[in-house]
Structure formats: structure tokens, C-alpha cells
């Protein structure tokens, strides 16, 4: 019993960490289908300002919560200087934005490393989420609460956005058929900044939750990407419930698997049923359907 | 002067063969006669270290202790009265690139002596282009044992000077479990085979045993097996990122060095900032130099350091272990009077250094170099601090051949 609940919890947390990581990605990849291999990245550069942030301000409490939005604006920023640098001049050429984004995410590394030196740097983590909360016998580390937490909320966030506002029907709308959309009067270049400075702003929103989970890096970015892209893939193009259904799969799977066998082996299993599953749905758990010709 | 063409051939040979054929049979190909020039008053040794790439991070303060060693040598006077003359290459992190500029500082720049290497796998790529050009390298990084090329000096330890005194140290603590956690490559599993044979013959428990893929981010599973286990103390040789989130998460469940300390061996100052000194506080770590160590010795070496580098620097194991190799070097080919690798290796045994972290003393016959461990505990102020110490240097013994529980492992 004991293991049950904390391999289940450990399993949600787990999953909560993979939907931050991937919930910027579901917009942009998922709805906009834009390949974008600096997302991880972006992941960086919210961690590193959690750390200038921390180091600004000295409380690790009310940093936490004041890097959350600043976080955001900065990933947001950096991805619309990417989208109307780069990316809007290739919108159709998915080979050539998987190629750029790439060059992309290489030149932030660097950046990062000139800026911040190459050894990894430390966020303390507030009083309040120091240690476990007992909760019947069993502890939970106060973090992987508040990431699971902040998962939640975010994900809330952003559905209820796609689904009451007018951005969110817009978005819909462009997804679903870009050229009647674009008939109906919808711009759908603004349209597409919009997503992509909402994608990306979540990236750095994840960047601030993972520094309480591990080191941060350069290359923190290159650790979360591949898993950010099977949750995207798994869930189904085009829609963010997929993503959400799919990470938590993903999580639980690998806490499971490595709490019988080893990290290692849950990885590789993890990957095969990832890849038997494509073979039975390669649209992912949820597709849009949509009549679009395209 | 070896042609430019001819010099092609043996980068070809090298690089299609894989060189392993070297190794497999050191004397099917006579080596060519050695290009070093002794005529000037200058003589040419060279780095090679990761300057780019994954391993850079640590690879650099390596560069830069051996720097530091070469500007002092030549403050003094030099080596046989001549001056160092440093050729520095970038190894990249890529074994098969270290092999490449080893070739290249050798049979090209014709360099005395080269300094450098940090992985397993780095050292075994260089290993037989050494051995083929019967040239000399000097290692200076803890390894998993199990080697001694006549053309590598190790410097670092071996697994009878780290690995067995940090299980001495637990034993004599009343420690009577273990769990072990590890990265997912040789080194942590070649250590866990020799911890277990030592555990079988001490009657210590293992509880659980962990690798996790290098690089891997989520340790809630394994914390989670390590605290159920409630094993005596943890053995950890997880690398690089992977310790940030392993303590992270310890911490986060609420365990403590007092409940189940956790010893680590890959774990030096320049690592506790990037874990977080609150993380990692109180839990111990196995090396033989700390930048704590009170000898007069040792405060010249990191004033120098700091002086050259900044304030803000820390000096650590591996950094201090080149150090003292280029410092060997200049003894070994002092007592041999000449810089020929046949005279420098007659010379080595015995040859000593009074280095940071106290006398060590060349082993002729292995190429190790007898060395005290240390056990240290980690300070709120982020340096390490001696536990516990072996008391004298302990004489290499890279298979294990004294310890009767070891035999088989070897093989």
C-alpha cells in the first residue's frame, strides 16, 4: 500500500514536471505545428531568472513567486523575437524550422554559458517548501506539490483561455482552417504571435518550477526537449487535454516500471510503448477533426 | 622532422583501425624515434584537456592548475635549466579527438611529456597512441583501477586509495548496510562490483544497488527505494548533473546525514555550489586533497592559485593531483638527468613531491603514486572539510592484488 501511493504520487509528479515542460510545446507544435527545438531553452532561460531574480531580491520565498511572471515575459519575449525574426519566414518549410530553431537553441547555450559561466548554479528553495508534509503516514516532498500544483493551475489556465476568450477562439478557429478563418476575417499572422508568445511564456513559467527539481545549466533545456515532444506527439496534435492525458500516462509508466526494474530499463520500456502505441495511433491519444482540405 | 605525408599515413592507420590494433600488439610496430628537440634552452610539454564540450566545465581548472605548475616550474629555473614551453590542445570532450591530438603534440609538436585526460574512456582512447610512439602521459584523475600502462603516470587514485578507504571509514563508523547509487557507466559499476566483494568479505549488508542513465533528472523512484531500504549509509557515484537532483530530492524527503549519510567519490568544491550547499551540507565525500588542508604547503598552492585566478576560485582533487604531476615530472626527469621516456620511466620509482595534500612517492612498477585518503565532510561554507584520514600514504595497488576478497575481480 505504502508503495502504491508513493509510486502513484512520485508517477504524478513526475508527469506534472513532463506537461510544464510540454504544455508551451502542445501550443506551438500542437497547434500552430511549428517544430521549435529552442523550447528547451526557453525552459533555460525562465531558470536562470529564477536565479538573477533570487539573487536580485536575496528572499528565496518571494522570488519563487515574483520569477514566476518575470519568467514568463522573458520566455514570452524571447519567443516572438524568434517567431517574427525567423520563424514567419517558414512557416511551411517544417525541415528548415526544426534546422533553424536547432542553430537556435545552440546559440542561447552559448549565450547562457558566456553569461552565466558552464558550472551549474543553485536556487535554494523557499522555508515553505523545505522537507515532506505527512498526510496519513505518508510523505509527499512539499515541491513536487507545488510543481504538481502549478501544473494544474497553469493547464487550467490555458484551457480556460482557448475555450471562453475571443483569443482562445481564435486560435481554435485558425487551427481547425487557417483559410476560412483568415475569410472570416480572423489575422491570423496576429494570431500566430499570439500563440507562440503564450507557448513560450509557459516554457519559462516551467523554467521557475524545475529549478526546484534539479541542477541548472546551459543544457538544462536539452534534457526536457525529446520528453516535451513525446508528450506532444502522444497526446495528439492540436490538442492541449491530450498533452495533459499523456504526461501523466508517460509519468506514471516510468515511476512504475523503475520502481520494479531501474531507471535504465523504464526508460527503454517507457520509449518501446511509446513507439508500439504510434504504431497502433500515430495521431496521438485525441485528434482535431477538421474539414479542412489541407 | 617526420613528413608531412608520413604524418597522414599514421593519422589514417590510427583513425581506420581503431586504435586498438596498437594495444593488442605494442611491439608489432617499432616505434619511431622519438622527435623531441633538447638543443635549446626551451622544451616543449603539452596539455590536453576538454576546453569545449560536456566535460570542459571540469576539465578547464585542471588546465588551469597545470598552467599555474608550468608558470612556477619556470619561475624556478625550469627543468634541467630549461624552460617549459606549454603546447595546449583542445581534446573536446571526444575520446577519439583526444587520440587524434595526442598523435599530434607527439609525432608533430614532438612534446617531452603530455599532461591530461579526465574520463576512463578519454584515457583508454590515448592509451595505445602512447604506447605505440612510446611516449609519456601523466593522468590526473581518481579512476576505477584495473590498469598500468609503463607509459601513463596516474596521479589521481586508484580504487585501493578512495574507493576501500571510504569502506574502512564506514566500517570503523559502525555502518553494517549499504545502498548503493550510481550513474549508468563504468566507473560507478566496476566501484560497485569492488564495494560488494568487500561487502561480502566485511559482513556488510547491500540493500539495494541504482544506476540511473547519465544525465537522468527525476530521482524521486530511487530516493524513494533508497529511504524504504533504510540502509546504514548510501554510496554514491552518480556523475555531473545527476547529484543536484539526487540531493535535491533527498533533502526534499526529508533525509538527513545525521539519519543515512551519504558518501559520494566524484563530488569535489567546484561541484557543492552547483548542488546547493544547504542540499548537501553534512553528507561526506572520499578523495585524498581538500582545499582545507592546513600545511603551509597546501596555503602556498591555493594563494597562488587564487592570485593568478581570483578570489572567488576553489582548488579541488583532480586539480591538485596535475599539479603535482607536472611537479613529478620535472623530479623524474631531473633524477635521469635527461628527458629520454626510457630514462624518466628508469628514474620514476621513488621519485616524491612534497604536494598540497602532503608527500607522495612514485611507484616504479605500476606508474601510480602512493597517496593519503581522506575522508571529508561538507561545511555550511561550501569547502570540504577532513573527517578522517588513513594517517600515511597508501601504496597504490590498481588490481587489488593484496586484498584476498578482491581476487577475481581483476579478471
Known sequence: ?294 | MIGAAALLTVGLVLSACGARVDSADPSGAAAAPSCVDTSGNEIKIGFLNSRSGTMAISENTVFDSLSLAAEQINAAGGVLGKQLQVVAEDGASEPTIFAEKAQKLIRSDCVAAVFGGWTSSSRKAMLPVFESNNALLFYPVQYEGLEASKNIFYTGATTNQQIIPALDYLKEQGVTSLFLVGSDYVFPQTANKIIKAYAAANGIEIRGEEYAPLGHTDFATIVAKVRDAGAGAVFNTLNGDSNVAFFKEYRNLGLTPEQMPVISVSIAEEEVGGIGVDNIEGQLVAWNYYQTIDTPTNQRFVEAFKAKYGENRVTSDPMEAAYTSLWLWKGMVEKAGSFDVAAVQAAADGVTFDAPEGTVTVNGENHHIAKTALIGRIGADGLIHTEWSSGEPIEPDPYLTTYPWASGLAS
Open chain 1, 1 to 294: 500500500m505504502d508503495v502504491v501511493v508513493t509510486q502513484v504520487f512520485n508517477g504524478l509528479s513526475g508527469g506534472s514536471i513532463l506537461l510544464l515542460a510540454a504544455l508551451g510545446l502542445a501550443l506551438t507544435f500542437g497547434q500552430m505545428g511549428v517544430i521549435n527545438m529552442a523550447h528547451g531553452e526557453f525552459i533555460m532561460a525562465g531558470a536562470y531568472t529564477a536565479y538573477v531574480t533570487q539573487n536580485v531580491l536575496g528572499s528565496a520565498g518571494l522570488s519563487l513567486v515574483v520569477s514566476l511572471p518575470i519568467a514568463f515575459a522573458i520566455g514570452s519575449a524571447l519567443g516572438v523575437v524568434l517567431e517574427a525574426a525567423l520563424l514567419r519566414r517558414m512557416y511551411h518549410r517544417p525541415l528548415d524550422t526544426l534546422l533553424v530553431t536547432w542553430g537556435v537553441s545552440l546559440v542561447l547555450q552559448q549565450l547562457a554559458r558566456d553569461v552565466f559561466g558552464t558550472a551549474g548554479v543553485d536556487v535554494p528553495a523557499p522555508e515553505w517548501l523545505g522537507g515532506p508534509v505527512e498526510v496519513l503516514g505518508f510523505s509527499f516532498p512539499r515541491t513536487r506539490l507545488f510543481i504538481l500544483l502549478l501544473a494544474i493551475a497553469a493547464f487550467l489556465a490555458l484551457a480556460a483561455a482557448l475555450r471562453y476568450t475571443a483569443l482562445g477562439r481564435r486560435i481554435r478557429a485558425t487551427v481547425q482552417n487557417r483559410p476560412l478563418a483568415e475569410t472570416s476575417g480572423i489575422s491570423t499572422r496576429a494570431t500566430d504571435r499570439l500563440t507562440f508568445f503564450i507557448g513560450s511564456g509557459l516554457a519559462g513559467v516551467a523554467g521557475v518550477a524545475l529549478t526546484l527539481m534539479g541542477s541548472i545549466s546551459p543544457n538544462l533545456g536539452t534534457a526536457y526537449i525529446v520528453d516535451a515532444f513525446l508528450v506532444v506527439v502522444v497526446g495528439g496534435i492540436g490538442q492541449i487535454r491530450g498533452a495533459v492525458i499523456a504526461a501523466f500516462l508517460l509519468g506514471v509508466a516510468q515511476s512504475w516500471i523503475e520502481y520494479s526494474t531501474t531507471a535504465s530499463i523504464a526508460k527503454v520500456l517507457v520509449f518501446a510503448l511509446i513507439v508500439a502505441f504510434l504504431q497502433v495511433r500515430p495521431q496521438g491519444i485525441f485528434t482535431v477533426r477538421t474539414r479542412s482540405l489541407a
